[in-house]
């Protein structure tokens, strides 16, 4: 009896339900290889709007899938697996934002992307990790900022801007568990390497770095670089691309391996189930996604 692969069956049931397939730069190789488009947050954003598909299959975590469902309304768009969160976006809980609006109504409030819809209903504008120094620029410079709800980033993009602003105190787990003595042991044991993390790590562990930059900016700057060998400072998904497309150069994790467990629950299986049953399409009130859509649009006009 003839069976057909995970991919195969992904494959024709994709083309029937007209669908197209998104996956964040950290989901596992295989699901990155079945999606037709793999990208940093920034870059699945601009696809989701651009998408002009009835199904979106989005493989990331949830505040990635409402996102896309924020920007792409009138397509379904179906999260594999809905369990798989941000832990960092949950340190931001919208009744707290809401608390600080009403405390401080003059204050701009930016939010990172890696926020739920209901706390980017909340704010002014959004960033992610690949235009936030440019989104903090374009703040005019007598307005206070609080950034939300990634501390590192934002003092991060603080010292890179020279802008004073409110730190929210969240962080990513998986960032935050690279420490500064890991990152100058690993460069002590390749000094002929260029290091680049990602701004979600602790400012001292930018310090050790040569570039922090957002995973799609780390894929450009791994095509671009001279340099042959490169120490990664960030998830160990986006490894996968990096080899793939830099088959001449070397690319060296960090240690411990960093690892984010919530992009890593999208698995092929879940892909095709997500296909084969319409599951689990992204429910969100029209008057939200109205809300939560103008930060968004407000930092893709900038
Ligand atoms: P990027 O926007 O750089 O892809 O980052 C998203 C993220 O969740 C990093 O932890
Ligand atoms: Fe969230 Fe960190 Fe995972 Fe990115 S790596 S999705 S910030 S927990």
Avoid at 43 to 52: G, H, Q, R, T, V
Avoid at 83 to 103: F, K, L, T, W
Avoid at 182 to 204: F, G, N, Q, S, T
Avoid at 260 to 281: F, G, H, R, T, W
Wanted: charged share 25%; with cysteine.
């Amino acid at each position: 009896m003839k069976t057909t692969s995970f991919e195969d069956q992904i494959r024709e049931l994709k083309n029937q339900r007209n669908a197209v397939i998104l996956a964040h730069n950290y989901v596992e190789g295989p699901v990155q290889d079945i999606a037709d488009f793999v990208g940093d947050s920034l870059e699945l954003s601009i696809k989701a709007k651009n998408a002009e598909k009835p199904v979106i299959v989005f493989c990331g975590v949830s505040f990635m899938a409402e996102t896309a469902k924020i920007l792409s309304p009138q397509s379904i768009v179906l999260h594999p697996e809905p369990s798989a969160g941000c832990p960092m976006s949950d340190m931001a809980p919208a009744h707290a934002v809401r608390e600080y609006r009403e405390a401080y109504p003059d204050t701009v409030l930016v939010a990172y992307v890696n926020t739920t819809a209901a706390v980017k209903a909340e704010v002014d504008i959004c960033c992610t990790s690949a235009n936030a120094e440019k989104i903090i620029r374009s703040i005019p410079a007598d307005k206070k900022i609080m950034f939300l709800p990634d501390q590192n980033l934002g003092a991060n993009v603080m010292r890179l801007t020279g802008r004073k602003m409110e730190l929210w105190p969240g962080y990513c787990p998986t960032h935050n568990r690279i420490m500064p003595e890991a990152a100058k042991k690993i460069r002590a044991a390749h000094p002929d390497a260029v290091m680049i993390v990602h701004p979600e790590c602790l400012p001292a562990v930018v310090d050790i770095a040569d570039y922090a930059l957002s995973t799609g900016g780390m894929l450009r700057f791994a095509k671009e670089t001279e340099a042959r060998k490169i120490i990664i400072g960030t998830e160990h998904g986006i490894l996968h691309r990096l080899r793939n497309e830099n088959p001449g150069k070397e690319f060296i994790p960090m240690y411990p391996l960093p690892a984010c467990p919530n992009m890593k629950k999208i698995k092929l299986e879940s892909v095709l189930d997500a296909l084969e049953k319409m599951q689990y399409p992204v429910e969100l009130g029209v008057e939200l996604m109205d809300r939560a859509r103008l930060p968004i649009e407000r930092m893709l006009s900038i």
